[in-house]
């Protein structure tokens, strides 16, 4: 297993603003992945982060608004840019390990 | 086409019933199987994964996977009220290059 530690865990924000998450591994991965979970709904992958490489981002999701930094094996970043309220949502950091994927405690974002 | 499919629910058992999760998944290469408990407001747990064809147990829960019928169960038996919660199934292998989630089926295991 892993432990993930994410913060910060919950925020409101203005709209037209920025946040940063940040995830922090408690061992080395080689990918790390961000999700979103809008308000009853189940997991939506936005992208894969690997170090040294750009992140993978999935259709849907596009670098300006959500960049990505993974700057050694155990840290992410994401960030939300330019809010609007339909960004209002759980975001997840996970790691896959061989016994499955671990997530971080989640951000919970709401943009006003 | 959903990837992987989740008897919606919501899901009412009584307390000390089988609770019976289901899911079906499209891609016959998807090679592992992996059951979260998501309680409200917090993060998916990883409880259960599965790999080969048949039953997995640990404790009170059971998986089932028939990759012939493309299908995985979990049951929770002797269901308590700390059970209640949301149940993701995933999958992973095959097309896909990451997790892909059900939609949740959420349970209520009633005191």
């Known amino acids: 297993s892993a432990v993930i530690s994410q913060k910060p865990s919950r925020d409101i924000c203005q709209r037209g603003t920025s946040l940063t998450i940040q995830c922090q591994v408690d061992?080395?991965?080689?990918?790390m992945f961000w999700y979103r979970q809008q308000p009853g709904q189940s997991l939506t992958l936005i992208a894969t982060a690997n170090q040294g490489s750009e992140a993978t981002y999935e259709s849907g999701f596009v670098i300006d608004k959500f960049p990505i930094s993974r700057p050694n094996l155990t840290f992410s970043t994401l960030t939300v840019s330019n809010m609007s309220p339909e960004d209002s949502s759980i975001y997840l950091c996970?790691?896959?390990?061989?016994?499955?994927?671990?997530f971080g405690q989640g951000t919970r974002l709401t943009v006003v | 086409q959903k990837e992987v499919e989740q008897n919606s629910g919501p899901l009412s058992v009584p307390e000390g019933a089988i609770a019976s999760l289901n899911c079906t998944y499209s891609?016959?290469?998807?090679?592992?199987f992996f059951w979260y408990r998501q309680y409200s407001g917090k993060s998916p747990e990883l409880i259960m994964s599965?790999?080969?064809?048949g039953d997995k147990e640990d404790g009170r829960f059971t998986a089932q996977l028939n990759k012939a019928s493309q299908y995985v169960s979990l049951l929770i038996r002797d269901s308590q009220p700390s059970d209640s919660a949301t149940y993701l199934c995933a999958s992973f292998g095959g097309s896909a290059r990451q997790l892909t989630f059900g939609s949740g089926t959420q349970l209520t295991v009633l005191p």
């Open positions: 061992s080395q991965v080689t990918m």
């Open positions: 891609d016959r290469g998807s090679q592992s």
């Open positions: 599965i790999y080969s064809n």
């Open positions: 996970s790691v896959d390990v061989v016994e499955g994927a671990f």
